[in-house]
């Protein structure tokens, strides 16, 4: 008798806590989705995956190290040695007053160069004799034939591709990629009134030295207003195919016989 009393106690005991679990499961049921999240713990996790789907710049989903290829030459523009960056910026800066202020053309540095190199090894060469020093140790200087072969390679299918494009936009099937195409060739040709060739390549230089590691530095917030201003152009290109593309008129396309 005793034991089914204990029994009965046990079930009402039961029964009662399952109105607070209950309860309990609807006060955290109606937290708003932030408070529901924090309260498992994995906010910085929600955070992060928002965080994720920020569209990148020009659709990069890999970090900046990698688009620039990851080599020698990624550790040179994202200043990874900030010795050999600044030498090589340093390098070409100089080359590009000699060319450009100096008004110094290609041929004839070329050429001074030479003239005072091999006149330096021929005079020291004849003189080690009287000073009593070894002669200078000219090395063997042959280029080899596989990175060349590569290197021509690349430029080959570089070209092609270029080609290729070229003929995608002559046929007439994207007006949306001609107009940007001519856009950008109007731009380069107005540059090309005030800068000549030397000049806008080591601009282009410059900028890769400076953009890519700024661009590292502060990607979130670049990301996010490039992304408002892609907005904005694709609003105002709606606009401008509506009011002036839409009513080009078009050659009638043939059906196609299956």
Not at 2 to 10: G, I, Q, R, S, Y
Not at 108 to 126: D, E
Not at 173 to 186: N, R
């Amino acid at each position: 008798m005793a034991e089914h009393a204990d029994e009965v106690k046990a079930a009402e005991s039961l029964l009662d806590k399952v109105p607070d679990k209950i309860h309990g499961h609807d006060s955290s049921s109606a937290l708003p989705p932030s408070e529901a999240v924090r309260d498992k713990g994995i906010g910085g996790g929600y955070s992060a995956s928002l965080k994720s789907k920020v569209n990148r710049l020009f659709g990069r989903e890999k970090p900046v190290h990698h688009v620039f290829g990851g080599g020698r030459a990624a550790d040179i523009f994202l200043w990874r040695d900030k010795k050999v960056s600044a030498g090589v910026l340093i390098a070409l800066t100089i080359i590009w007053v000699f060319f450009e202020l100096f008004e110094y053309h290609l041929l004839t540095l070329v050429s001074y160069s030479l003239i005072i190199g091999i006149a330096m090894l021929f005079l020291w060469s004849n003189a080690s004799t009287f000073i009593k020093k070894s002669p200078p140790h000219i090395p063997e200087v042959q280029i080899p034939e596989k990175p060349v072969l590569q290197i021509a390679s690349a430029i080959t299918s570089e070209i092609n591709r270029a080609l290729v494009i070229v003929r995608q936009i002559a046929s007439g099937k994207d007006l949306k990629q001609f107009l940007s195409v001519i856009a950008g060739l109007w731009v380069v040709s107005i540059l090309g009134k005030y800068y000549n060739f030397l000049t806008l390549v080591y601009i282009a230089v410059v900028l890769l030295f400076t953009l890519p590691v700024f661009y590292e530095k502060y990607d979130d917030q670049v990301d996010a207003v490039a992304e408002k201003v892609l907005i904005e152009i694709k609003k105002q290109y709606a606009v401008f195919d509506a009011k002036v593309l839409s009513k080009i008129p078009r050659g009638q396309t043939k059906a196609k016989k299956f």
